[in-house]
């Protein structure tokens, strides 16, 4: 019987919170809205905001905001989302609604759903299903202030999440010629993440697990940057660290006019860079670098006015403009304690082949004076204009490019800026 008892006076505390929670959250509502549509106008200079109803949720310390609409006088969309959910205490929202100024912002997320943001650069709207964006930290208007000459002295943090994202109009890729199949292809993302990390104590900022995921591509990244004093006119880089992934998710990628700009096809792309930089007085030094990157069946045709265009600026080289490939490109590279090594570049051409390696002693304070310890460019299957072109180069220099074979190989060694090249005289 008393935990009968004990059992109802919970669920009638729980009732009267929740009963109480939506009351007092109908009163903020009214209260919230008389300051709402003021305060937005005030970020877009000449706007119009409208939005349907405003709900208050003080145990949970949110405000959605359902039918949001915000237009210039002449009816440009700045932004629009179906429903927008703000994370913040009530108190603190009340205190922004409130002021005319930027006095500080403290830690706070919203989240878009169905949103449009027009993009003045693209003059285009950005469409993005779900937008999920949170501040964690505290920023004082002297802060921003100060920013030249002294950075916040406590932690700052941005997340984003993003689904379902495209552009509505994508008027530059239609002046490329893209069709509307190519242009479904390529205009969506289907998610985007990412975190950025400021961390005064360390005097560092990191970029945490960038992603991206489209039918296109996948990308993933991450950064760190370290550096000495204060504020962004004094401050000098002591360490940089950054990683990057990039593939192709799909075969057989299309894209252009072949009339136009040119019509490219895609294979197969892969890039993987990673590398880690100490600085010292700003002059960057490279503990570790390694690249690799590969491309396969990358072409583009051109046609109509657009192949006698390209074949007038070419007509020395006496090329034929239908189609130009790259079968393969393949870089392979890692550079340690100043030393660079190529062990992989090759190229697969329809105007030619050529390999390389190469090992060079890197200057960081000079890259001019670098110099070549050994390297083997060997090139070979040059189509019949640049052939005919490197013939008259040798007939007018009186000398002939070291060759084995029909392939010419240059055998270089010393500065990288003027090269020592075996049986080559210039």
Not at 117 to 124: K, Q
Not at 306 to 335: C, P, R, V, W, Y
Not at 397 to 407: A, D, E, I, V, W
Request: glycine share 6%; net charge negative; no cysteine.
């Amino acid at each position: 019987m008393k935990k009968t008892r004990i059992l109802l006076i919970v669920l009638i505390i729980i009732i009267g919170l929740l009963v109480g929670n939506w009351v007092y959250g109908n009163i903020l509502s009214r209260k919230v809205e008389s300051h709402l549509e003021k305060q937005i106008e005030l970020l877009f200079d000449d706007a119009e905001v409208n939005f349907e109803k405003i709900k208050v949720n003080p145990l949970l310390s949110r405000l959605e905001f359902y039918g949001l609409s915000v237009q210039t006088n002449n009816g440009l969309e700045l932004l629009r989302s179906s429903e927008v959910k703000l994370g913040m205490p009530y108190s603190e929202a009340m205190r922004l609604l409130k002021s005319n100024s930027f006095d500080e912002i403290k830690t706070f997320s919203v989240y878009f759903i169905d949103a449009s943001v027009y993009i003045e650069n693209a003059d285009d709207n950005l469409l993005v299903d779900e937008l999920f964006f949170s501040f964690k930290g505290h920023l004082t208007k002297e802060d921003i202030d100060q920013l030249d000459f002294k950075f916040p002295d406590k932690k700052q943090a941005v997340k984003i999440d993003a689904r379902g994202l495209s552009f509505a109009e994508t008027p530059w890729m239609d002046a490329l010629g893209f069709s509307a199949e190519q242009i479904r292809k390529f205009n969506k993302v289907d998610k985007l993440t990412a975190s950025l990390n400021y961390h005064p104590g360390k005097n560092q900022l990191k970029l945490n697990d960038l992603q991206l995921h489209s039918p296109l591509v996948s990308y993933s990244s991450e950064g760190l940057l370290r550096f000495e004093n204060e504020g962004l006119k004094n401050m000098k880089l002591t360490h940089s660290y950054s990683a990057m992934e990039m593939q192709l998710n799909d075969k057989g990628v299309e894209w252009g006019d072949a009339e136009t700009n040119g019509k490219f096809s895609l294979d197969n792309l892969y890039l993987k860079m990673e590398g880690d930089i100490t600085y010292k007085d700003s002059v960057p030094e490279i503990n570790s670098q390694t690249t690799q990157l590969l491309i396969e069946n990358l072409s583009v045709e051109f046609d109509g006015a657009k192949k006698a265009q390209m074949e007038a600026q070419t007509a020395l080289l006496g090329l034929e403009m239908d189609k130009l490939s790259i079968k393969k490109l393949a870089i392979q590279s890692e550079m340690t304690n100043n030393e660079l090594i190529i062990s992989e570049g090759e190229l697969l051409s329809t105007l030619l082949n050529a390999d390389l390696k190469a090992k060079i002693r890197v200057n960081t304070s000079d890259h001019k004076s670098s110099q070549i310890e050994k390297a083997t460019l060997i090139v070979s299957d040059l189509v019949p204009g640049i052939e005919n072109a490197l013939t008259t180069f040798e007939l007018m220099t009186m000398q002939s490019l070291p060759r084995k074979g029909k392939s010419i190989v240059l055998e270089m060694s010393g500065e990288l800026a003027r090269p020592t090249i075996k049986g080559l005289r210039y």
